[in-house]
């Protein structure tokens, strides 16, 4: 069974989580992120596994916080390959998506993208296709 990917943006600058997996009674370990922007579309596998409710909770407090919020909100993954800010200028929320897949030194890529998105119903059924996602992954492990 493959589980779909969950977007946020537009159709034009996007973040799409997607390819969930991991190991029967392990949980989610890793999962895809895509960023596309103006002359962009970069992807990396990220490192998930103690991260999930980090990941979800990073969302549900801007929808939680739709109207607005001081400063800047944060996530970044435990290998710090996935790392998101947000701030929000009282009409829209301003997320910044920087993927770094380079765990070791030496050369390699980072991305950073900045992503624009209509806090309410957008945010909304984004959180809630993201929960969906990230169960539909861990159901797919047992």
Request: aromatic share 8%.
């Amino acid at each position: 069974m493959t589980v779909d990917p969950v977007r946020l943006g537009t159709a034009s600058e996007f973040l799409e989580l997607s390819a969930p997996s991991g190991r029967a009674g392990q949980g989610l370990e890793s999962l895809t992120a895509r960023v596309v922007g103006v002359d962009l579309d970069a992807r990396a596998g990220i490192y998930i596994q103690f991260d999930v409710a980090q990941l979800t909770g990073f969302f549900v407090a801007m929808e939680q916080n739709w109207r607005g919020w001081e400063g800047e909100r944060r996530f970044e993954s435990v290998e710090s390959d996935l790392i998101m800010s947000a701030r929000h200028d009282g009409r829209h929320i301003e997320l910044v998506v920087s993927l770094n897949p380079n765990h070791y030194p030496g050369p390699g890529w980072k991305c950073d993208v900045p992503i624009l998105i209509e806090p309410g119903e957008q945010l909304t059924h984004f959180v809630r296709d993201l929960r969906d996602f990230l169960a539909a992954g861990v159901d797919r492990l047992t």
